[in-house]
């Protein structure tokens, strides 16, 4: 049982390229969701999903888009890399309302804009 | 809105020292889930504790403890005897039951256990 994958783990771009990262969860979760990490901070949310089909913002959403095609992915899309966006990463998932599992997180994908 | 603030940035103590990190929550709902997460040097986020908001008991686990206290909304860790292995970045976080339960997220206790 893999739980929550990320790909890559680390990646360098170039401001104002553009790249996907992947999230991928064999636990057949319903939710899912992307946070990222500045140095010295805590996690903030960038987008949610409760199910196949429907995404929502969360807290810092502008830059990115994601899709959920399946239960199983979740990726997130950086269209033009800026400076700001170099954070690391984090995929989660949930089983859905009321479960007593707590949230699976991913490794994490270190990425920086240069 | 709902907020996690954890004062302390950063705490240094000597190995076998006790230390407890600080965790004050607001939220307007009624019923909540407050977690604690481990962020060791390798950058993984370890679950530590979840605790729903309606059971105010507190908990041990080994030399981990947790204080939940809903008129201070505060939840604070313990950390006793404390070994090197301990130090890590140490996040508190809240979100609700009932929703999506997106977590919000303090901004992290940076511990350093000297030997």
């Known amino acids: 049982n893999a739980g929550v994958t990320q790909t890559p783990k680390f990646r360098i771009l170039k401001i104002g390229q553009s790249m996907t990262l992947q999230c991928t969860q064999d636990?057949?979760?319903?939710?899912m969701y992307w946070y990222r990490q500045d140095p010295g901070m805590g996690l903030k949310l960038i987008y949610y999903?409760?199910?196949?089909?429907?995404?929502d913002k969360g807290e810092v959403p502008n830059g990115y888009n994601v899709s959920r095609s399946t239960t199983e992915d979740f990726p997130l899309r950086l269209e033009l890399a800026a400076p700001s966006q170099t954070s690391v990463y984090f995929c989660?998932?949930?089983?859905?309302?009321?479960?007593?599992?707590?949230?699976?997180f991913g490794d994490g994908t270190r990425l920086s804009i240069l | 809105a709902q907020k996690v603030t954890q004062a302390q940035t950063e705490i240094s103590v000597v190995e076998k020292e006790d230390v407890t990190l600080d965790c004050v929550y607001e939220?307007?709902?009624?019923?909540?889930?407050l977690f604690w997460y481990k962020q060791p040097p390798s950058g993984e986020l370890v679950f530590l504790i979840r605790?729903?908001?309606?059971?105010?008991q507190n908990e041990i686990s080994g030399r981990y403890s947790w204080n939940f206290q809903k008129s201070t909304s505060s939840f604070n860790f313990t950390i006793t005897a404390s070994q090197v292995v301990d130090s890590a970045v140490y996040f508190c976080?809240?979100?609700?039951?009932?929703?999506?339960?997106?977590?919000?997220f303090g901004q992290g206790t940076r511990l350093t256990i000297n030997p």
């Open positions: 989660a998932s949930n089983p859905k309302t009321g479960s007593r599992q707590p949230q699976h």
């Open positions: 636990m057949n979760h319903n939710y």
């Open positions: 999903s409760v199910g196949a089909g429907i995404t």
């Open positions: 939220t307007r709902d009624t019923t909540y889930y």
């Open positions: 605790r729903n908001s309606f059971d105010e």
């Open positions: 976080a809240l979100s609700d039951i009932q929703g999506a339960q997106k977590l919000v």
